[in-house]
């Protein structure tokens, strides 16, 4: 039988490793957020992208108890209090498409916009402006674009002015912006928002579209544990919020 | 490296055996009920052992929409409709000691009086009384017992008479019908409710007390399995019906 | 605010009811498979139905702990002892496209081909060459077909015999075993295996393709909580039998 | 209806707030960390607050891929591979406390023996003699001390250095100290382990006793997120690597 392999971490020896690296040494000096891009990158972040991965891992932390993750991991305390950590799983398994996962989305038609301009010989414009025409006329909603309330999202200019200023905006960056000029162009102007941001820079900074949902994860579960947190010490078991009206057909004998 | 040891099924061979039984012999002519049996106990169930579990399975399917169970996976599939195995194992997260797992409690309890009776010479009327005494002094809540609407609780005549007729009654029934007495006697007279109920006949059955909790798991996934079923073909995604307050600090300026 | 409304089931007088069906009724007659059948169909199943279904639910509870559904759980309880609904719930997410999701895209393929068929105005026979010659070309791989051990898979005789004897066996039926002639045309002759029984069946008895997965969690529950409770009695914490070989970058200095 | 009341974060009005602080404003100059520490302590860190959260998230992350938690979500993976939410959900149903939980029961066990110090007048090295003889008397371990490899863990050290020279350390690391010399008097020499010196540090930056289950997760799906990526990349679905050997009746036939 084939043993696992992993490049990950290393602890045969007593030693704790990861990526080759001492842990006791990574905790002095380093930062969670170093050894989150080490574990996924194998290498350490140089300041502009430990800059980054620290500003969308908060930007995504919590918004609120009553997003699906928060409400599905209080809810499942409210039954369950003896496991904190059900809770939490419970809240992750609210993270899909609809709630969490756009910007794994988003990744991957950066990814392939980016790949179909280099193959076309296409400027990135006149990639974006293609897939932004295609979509609308199969009626596709385009995944990172788009707010129910602001103009632009104060957040995606944060993220945008660091990859700049650090000298990590590349492609991404780029094929974002044109995507956002050929969505007003072909339907109408759509502030490219959080999902659309953070898709962008972290393409440039070489993840795989995969992380675009794993890094949601990683930062909601920070406000998931702070939501089970304050269930746990302030509400009493088997606080059910959720209004139900049956509908169905009125009570009936059996035979 | 040792491996795995199992009692319980097996297909090396290509053949699927559970506890020996060809599967496809037991497709035919035995139901579902039997098979859940044969897993837990390693023998196929009697007529009345068979009802007694069918019944008890049904008893604990579904009580609405907006138990914690049903809430949760509801809640977790409008985030992430693209799995329905998310949404119910989300749902069984919620099952917990305020939710779904009195019978487990209720089935120690049971245990532990019916060997203290015979390890003191008691009889259970005695034991009993003596549980129920030091319940009261210690302020503890005795699981199993007590009813939000009815004074009786239908579905317990319906189990002990089936436990009765076919001869399967022994000392849980007796026992809890004892402590219904000693509890009516010092504190009031609390019905037992369906979790005592099915305690008192899963004890006289064989199972082990983990069985109370896990037999409410598997009656209650048929029910998660048609509310994530109906929510997906009913409703919207991000349908999030919690309304929340928040009453923390007021906006504040970071520096 | 909206309330969910639901169809399935109601209890806001203190009386239980399914369907519009009194629970205490319920448990007395009827059996878990009905209440299954009743919370998905919003009917009960008659004597064929039942055992259909029952059949279906026997043959997917377990084939053994090796499965990933069942190593999950198993693992899961190595490190959480405390917890076996979390145990049952890891479990069930390791239920996915490669473990037990195959049902659920071969009632989608069913449900494509008879509706191809009544447009196009092509006997099955026809419509299924079609789908199996395209998928060839496309290098598609059908679900529902082929065995590891078996030529025939004996569970499949024994689905389509009930339905047949039953006058259930419908169009489903007829399209997968059209299927079968056209695969061992145009490809290789390949048995339909339970996957696609189970499916051809349920399509037969109205079901929906999204019940092809969740007909296998149901079944599959009954052996993820017997794997747990034997894992519980029978096994050591920490119970790790994985072997890992790390493979990474050796040991380095952080700077 | 009573609405969830919460006071951790807030969206109402379009602008994302946690705990009264912008989001966007935490985005620039703020580390996750800090994040972290406000979602739990609703303010932000001093510097060696938030370097001894750095250091304990770290020292947590993964320890490779054979632990529990890491296992559970490949294997879950290898089932359903179109959800790396439902993997890492599953990794995190594997903490409780066996594996991960450690933290918490020591937290406990800290809060205590202070708490009775104070309550006794006693020294905390009196307090820490009475537990650690009571204990032994009982014959219960004590979490948070012991160690497979080494004598001294080398992460102790760390994590009561950066507390000692940054003011912190309190009550907590000294009565973690007291209970080490009250242990090697009463039992035998056990050095403190990372899961009693996280304890004794959380416990002096004012976190509840259930903040270390919640920290260990919060570090470890910084880990889980990476053996789920790497798992994804590398290896096909099915993988099975546990060996099973079933051991209970032989084949029989069923009547």
Known sequence: MDPWRTAI????????????YDVPSLMTGRTFTDTIFLLHQGRL???????????????????????PSCATARLALSGNRQ??????????????????????GCMEMIAAGVARASAESLSLDQAALAIATEARANGK?????????HKT????????DLARSGGVAGNGV?????????????????????????????HDLGFTPVFGRLVFIIGRVAGLTAEVSEELSREKPMRIRIPVEYDGVPARPLD
């Open 141 to 149: 909603r385009l995944a990172g674009f788009g707010h129910r309330v």
């Open 45 to 67: 972040p140089n300041p502009t992208e430990r800059a980054l991965l620290d500003a969308i891992l908060t930007g995504v932390a919590d918004h609120g108890s009553g997003a």
């Open 174 to 202: 780029a094929f974002i912006e044109a995507m956002e000029r050929a969505i007003a162009t072909v339907v109408k102007p759509l502030p490219i928002n959080i999902d659309g941001a953070l898709a962008a820079v972290l």
């Open 9 to 20: 971490a290393d602890s045969r020896d007593g030693q704790i490793r990861i990526r080759g």
């Open 153 to 160: 999202d104060p957040r995606t200019a944060i993220l945008f």
């Open 83 to 104: 496991s904190v950590s059900s809770a939490v799983a419970a809240g992750i398994l609210a993270v899909g498409d609809d709630h969490g996962g756009a910007g794994s």
